[in-house]
C-alpha cells in the first residue's frame, strides 16, 4: 500500500520559510499526482498546492490555491521519491497540520480537492508566530 511520510515543519516567525517534504515508502510516486492540504484547528482541510504526475511526457502541471500563489512552491524530485513543498513569507494564517496525499489510481492531473485523494501521510506541524 502507498504509504506517506511528511517532515519539514516547525515553528518559524512570520515572513520565515519552510521546506516540507512528502516521501513515499513502497511506492513509485513518479507515477502518482501529490496534492498538499493544510488544516487550522476548527477549520475544513484545504488544499493548497498539487502536481501532476511524472508521465506528463513534458511539464508537471501545477495548481495553487490563490491564497498562496506566489508564497508556495511545489516540485518533484522522482530520483528521491519525493515532493516538495517550498513556503516563503510565512504568515501567521498558514499555521495548521500539513498533510500531503495521493489519489487512488495513476490520474495524470492533479486537483485541490481532498476528497479526491485516498492515500495521506499523518501530517506535519506548521507554526507560524514572533
Known amino acids: 500500500q502507498l504509504q506517506l511520510v511528511e517532515s519539514g515543519g516547525g515553528l518559524v516567525q512570520p515572513g520565515g520559510s519552510l521546506n516540507l517534504s512528502c516521501a513515499s515508502t513502497?511506492?513509485?510516486?513518479?507515477?502518482?499526482?501529490v496534492g498538499w492540504f493544510r488544516q487550522a484547528p476548527g477549520k475544513e482541510r484545504e488544499g493548497v498546492s498539487c502536481?501532476?504526475?511524472?508521465?506528463?511526457?513534458?511539464?508537471?502541471?501545477?495548481s495553487y490555491a490563490d491564497s498562496v500563489k506566489g508564497r508556495f512552491s511545489i516540485s518533484r524530485d522522482s530520483a528521491k521519491n519525493t515532493v516538495y513543498l517550498q513556503i516563503n513569507n510565512l504568515k501567521s494564517e498558514d499555521s495548521g497540520t500539513y498533510y500531503c496525499a495521493a489519489p487512488p489510481g495513476l490520474e495524470p492531473r492533479c486537483n485541490l480537492e481532498p476528497s479526491e485523494y485516498s492515500y495521506w501521510g499523518q501530517g506535519t506541524q506548521v507554526t507560524v508566530a514572533s
Open positions: 502536481i501532476s504526475t511524472g508521465n506528463t511526457g513534458g511539464e508537471s502541471r501545477i
Open positions: 513502497g511506492f513509485t510516486l513518479h507515477w502518482y499526482a
